[in-house]
């Protein structure tokens, strides 16, 4: 089954603590991405990937890191988390010659 | 500034009638829409597109309507029934900025009741 999986689903952690969120695609797709949603303000870029070794940043990246060290595979890394990261997360691949991005089941992370 | 504007937060409807879900833009590169729909718990699936070198698109009982000239899009259901029921997001790209990077409207939350 063609699918994005995101893990954990749900996390909940302290200011400061370092955390990955892992994102896996099994479609071969190039392009893969993150998204926030937070209440009000809908579905929000912070990084997106066109293929290994190759990232950059989305409307809201700040707090985030990524890598793309395999085409299936970009985690999100949140070096030292705070509050105002507390959010859902989504995960995003898409194949290069489309526009539709197939998305993940969510994320949600809490910051105390 | 918001690029991608859907200003109803919220629409309720009859099952049976019509749903009608607007979207507005302001960035004039915008050349590919795409209607995103999301359950709760789940992530948003692919609905429907429209490139901008058309003006309607239809996909069953889904139809996305382009007008360029005023930047506006709307999706329409018809019939609405009670499953589709749940938040609808406008999103716009632009291919000649990187491709995939989608700008996605705030939602619309729909309501059809039985």
């Known amino acids: 089954e063609a699918q994005v999986t995101q893990n954990p689903r749900y996390l909940i952690t302290v200011t400061g603590k370092k955390l990955t969120v892992t994102c896996s695609q099994n479609?071969?797709?190039?392009?893969m991405s993150w998204y926030r949603q937070d209440p009000g303000l809908g579905l929000r870029q912070i990084y997106y990937s066109m293929n290994v070794e190759v990232t950059d940043k989305g409307d809201v990246p700040e707090g985030y890191k990524v890598s793309r060290k395999e085409k299936r595979n970009f985690p999100l890394i949140l070096e030292s988390p705070s509050p105002n990261q507390t959010s859902l997360y989504f995960c995003?691949?898409?194949?290069?010659?489309?526009?539709?991005?197939?998305f993940g089941p969510g994320t949600r992370l809490t910051v105390t | 500034d918001q690029q991608v504007k859907q200003n109803s937060p919220s629409l309720s409807v009859q099952e049976g009638r019509i749903s009608i879900l607007n979207c507005d833009y302001t960035?004039?590169?915008?050349?590919?829409f795409l209607w995103y729909k999301k359950y709760p718990a789940e992530g948003p699936t692919f609905l429907i597109s429209i490139s901008s070198i058309k003006d309607k698109n239809e996909d069953g009982r889904f139809t996305v309507f382009l007008n360029k000239s005023a930047k506006h899009l709307s999706l329409h259901i018809v019939p609405s029934q009670p499953g589709d029921s749940a938040v609808y997001f406008c999103a716009a790209s632009a291919t000649g900025g990187s491709q995939g990077n989608l700008i996605f409207g705030k939602g619309t939350k729909l309501s059809v009741k039985p």
């Open positions: 995003a691949s898409m194949d290069r010659e489309g526009y539709e991005q197939y």
């Open positions: 479609m071969n797709h190039e392009y």
């Open positions: 960035n004039s590169m915008f050349d590919y």
